[in-house]
Nanobody, 115 residues
Framework: QVQLVESGGGLVQPGGSLRLSCAAS????????MAWYRQAPGKQRELVST???????DYADSAKGRFTISRDDAKNTVYLQMNSLKPEDTAVYYC?????????WGRGTQVTVSS
């Protein structure tokens, strides 16, 4: 059974930092491109960042310079370090694992940026 379990969300003040984690099980992690998406209330889910099997990374313009994605293949875990958080970063953050036609999602973790 495939499971992606996100953690690390919470309430943080503007300018603060959070580190999200996504632990994967039931997949051969090293084969999967991993990604973080987010969905704010009333908005469509949007891609935040991706990391390939060779650890190449890409970021949405809104995340560039503030967020860093990384993966630890030994721990089957992908991370998203988020710095300089803004109120507009408030959303549910989802982990995604993709390999060819296979795509799996976690249940999400809430990030709220507010003073």
């Amino acid at each position: 059974q495939v499971q992606l379990v996100e953690s690390g969300g919470g309430l943080v003040q503007p300018g603060g930092s959070l580190r999200l984690s996504c632990a994967a099980s039931g997949i051969t992690f090293t084969l999967y491109r991993m990604a973080w998406y987010r969905q704010a209330p009333g908005k469509q889910r949007e891609l935040v960042s991706t990391i390939t099997t060779s650890a190449s990374t890409d970021y949405a313009d809104s995340a560039k310079g503030r967020f860093t994605i990384s993966r630890d293949d030994a721990k089957n875990t992908v991370y998203l370090q988020m710095n300089s958080l803004k109120p507009e970063d408030t959303a549910v953050y989802y982990c995604n694992a993709e390999f060819k036609t296979l795509s799996y999602w976690g249940r999400g973790t809430q990030v709220t940026v507010s003073s």
